[in-house]
T-cell receptor
Framework: AQTVTQSQPEMSVQEAETVTLSCTYD???????LFWYKQPPSRQMILVIR??????QNATENRFSVNFQKAAKSFSLKISDSQLGDTAMYFC??????????FGDGTTLTVKP | NAGVTQTPKFRVLKTGQSMTLLCAQD?????MYWYRQDPGMGLRLIHY???????AKGEVPDGYNVSRLKKQNFLLGLESAAPSQTSVYFC?????????FGSGTRLTVV
């Protein structure tokens, strides 16, 4: 069975600083996708960044980047220059080519002014 | 959210009542999903579909049924609602880049 673990239920960071959210997963598959989603208080699920397991290069989207360690099954999210609008719950998710998905329980991030 | 529409947005049911949630996409994607999100938790997959006329069970399928008669629509049914089904329900589609979610349905079963 696939599992996704986010070991930090809550985190906080000062505005303009950098924060890293952790995610580990367990799978026996070799080809899969990993995602980070942001869920602000509006409840909307917003895709932040994605990583294909076959790619060694870490994905980057503006201030958001990942550290993908396939052998260690680790997929952390780094947010640089944190902004107040980054305050949200962040979910790590794992998807297979067959269409199944598994989400972590989330990390609540608060950006303080 | 653009492209994925869920109806209704809110609903209160009595125990034992039935209802159907509708997810509609205005694109032509094959994969559609239904999730539930309980307080303080991530999304758990209920059922999904890989194309018109197909459905498959996810992680927590008990108490739910689904149908995909038309490619654009994915319906989630509760035949006999229970308080344990109080949750926020999300529909999603798989696009070329990732997954796009609807805005959610808050369901309360009393």
């Amino acid at each position: 069975a696939q599992t996704v673990t986010q070991s930090q239920p809550e985190m906080s960071v000062q505005e303009a600083e950098t924060v890293t959210l952790s995610c580990t997963y367990d799978t026996s598959e070799s080809n899969y996708y990993l995602f980070w989603y942001k869920q602000p208080p509006s409840r909307q699920m917003i895709l932040v960044i994605r990583q294909e397991a076959y790619k060694q290069q870490n994905a980057t989207e503006n201030r958001f980047s990942v550290n993908f360690q396939k052998a260690a099954k680790s997929f952390s999210l780094k947010i640089s220059d944190s902004q107040l609008g980054d305050t949200a719950m962040y979910f790590c998710a794992y998807y297979t080519n067959a269409g199944k998905s598994t989400f972590g329980d989330g990390t609540t991030l608060t950006v303080k002014p | 959210n653009a492209g994925v529409t869920q109806t209704p947005k809110f609903r209160v049911l009595k125990t034992g009542q039935s209802m159907t949630l509708l997810c509609a996409q205005d694109m032509n994607h094959e994969y559609m999903y239904w999730y539930r999100q309980d307080p303080g938790m991530g999304l758990r997959l209920i059922h999904y579909s890989v194309g018109e006329g197909t459905t498959a069970k996810g992680e927590v399928p008990d108490g739910y049924n689904v149908s995909r008669l038309k490619k654009q629509n994915f319906l989630l049914g509760l035949e006999s609602a229970a308080p344990s089904q109080t949750s926020v329900y999300f529909c999603a589609i798989k696009t070329g880049y990732g997954y796009t979610f609807g805005s959610g349905t808050r369901l309360t079963v009393v």
